[in-house]
């Protein structure tokens, strides 16, 4: 079946730093790809999706590459700010269904 | 604001109990999720209602059980309560839920009951 790993957190890191979560899947055929945040008290909200090999999603800042070749797509930003203090979750949909699996979630922590 | 509602916020009831929770989707989507968050469990997909019917199920348990109005509007009830039900609970909506390729439309997600089971 398809799956998402995505790597543990917390991850803690100072404002301005550089963030990277990784995010690998398991999924026959050609899946859409999905990071989506979770602000404290909050559902989640699509942060930036892929659809296809080589797409780049990107949105307030964050990319993601979507990688056929190492079944990855990692989220970066290159300046964190202590409002990206959330929990971020990589998510797949196959592509000839509806529901979408979830990684595990990687929880970050900006400090100022 | 994502413009999907859930209701309750909070929820607080005993084990052997039964309880309601309801979800409003955004206007105009057909499509209504049901997903359960827990510490150990992470999100779990639990059902698919699109336009009244049901479309996919996931890891739901047969104490519950949901159902989508002619309204569109979705509920989702849990009986029999047990310890391990304490979650929070999202529902989301999307434009379609179609069987296609190309279907992507994205989730939107509501900001979740949280249940607790004593």
């Known amino acids: 079946g398809n799956s998402v790993t995505q790597m543990e957190g917390p991850v803690t890191l100072s404002e301005e730093a550089f963030l990277t979560i990784n995010c690998t899947y398991t999924a026959t055929g050609y899946p859409s790809l999905f990071w989506y945040v979770q602000y404290p008290g909050e559902g989640l909200q699509l942060l930036l999706k892929a659809t296809k090999a080589d797409d780049k999603g990107s949105n307030k800042g964050f990319e993601a590459t979507y990688r056929k070749e190492t079944t990855s797509f990692h989220l970066e930003k290159g300046s964190v700010q202590v409002s990206d203090s959330a929990v971020y979750f990589c998510a797949l949909r196959e592509a000839a269904g509806n529901k979408l699996t979830f990684g595990g979630g990687t929880r970050v922590l900006v400090k100022p | 604001d994502s413009g999907v509602t859930q209701t309750p916020k909070h929820l607080i009831t005993a084990t052997g109990q039964r309880v309601t929770l309801r979800c409003s989707p955004r206007?105009?989507?057909?499509?209504v999720y049901w997903y359960q968050q827990s510490l150990d469990q992470g999100l779990q997909f639990l059902i698919q209602y699109y336009n009244g019917e049901e479309r996919a199920k996931g890891n739901i348990l047969e104490r519950f059980s949901a159902q989508q109005f002619p309204d569109l509007h979705s509920e989702l009830n849990l009986s029999s309560l047990e310890l391990g039900d304490s979650a929070l609970y999202f529902c989301a909506s999307s434009e379609t839920g179609l069987i296609s390729g190309s279907d992507n439309s994205p989730l939107h997600f509501g900001n979740g009951t949280r249940l607790t089971v004593t």
């Open positions: 206007s105009g989507d057909l499509s």
